[in-house]
Nanobody, 126 residues
Framework: QVQVVESGGGLVQAGGSLRLSCTAS????????LGWFRKPPGKERGGVGAIDSDGATTFDDSVKGRFAISQDFGKITVYLHMNDMKFEDTAIYYC????????????????????WGQGSQVVVSS
């Protein structure tokens, strides 16, 4: 049984930092991609970034230079490091797992992913 579990959401002041964690268990893919998405209040869900099992990362332009993704290869756990946060980063953040796609080419769309976490609320106070 596949499980994708996120943790680490909360309240942070503008300019501050926060880290989200995502652990995927039970994946049958030999190689995989893990992505981060977010849904701001009243807006559509959008891509934040992704990391593939080779360790390559890619990001949406809205977070480039501020967000980073790292991975613990011993277990399929990834971390979304959010720095210099802005009010517009307020959203529910979702982690998703899917089969391998080289993220150096593109940020995989939501339809690529097979498994989703429950979401973590992040609120940035101005």
């Amino acid at each position: 049984q596949v499980q994708v579990v996120e943790s680490g959401g909360g309240l942070v002041q503008a300019g501050g930092s926060l880290r989200l964690s995502c652990t995927a268990s039970g994946l049958s893919y030999p190689r995989y991609v893990l992505g981060w998405f977010r849904k701001p209040p009243g807006k559509e869900r959008g891509g934040v970034g992704a990391i593939d099992s080779d360790g390559a990362t890619t990001f949406d332009d809205s977070v480039k230079g501020r967000f980073a993704i790292s991975q613990d290869f011993g277990k399929i756990t990834v971390y979304l490091h959010m720095n210099d946060m802005k009010f517009e980063d307020t959203a529910i953040y979702y982690c998703a797992a899917g089969p391998y796609m080289p993220v150096s080419v593109t940020l995989p769309p939501p339809t690529w992913y097979h498994y989703w976490g429950q979401g973590s609320q992040v609120v940035v106070s101005s």
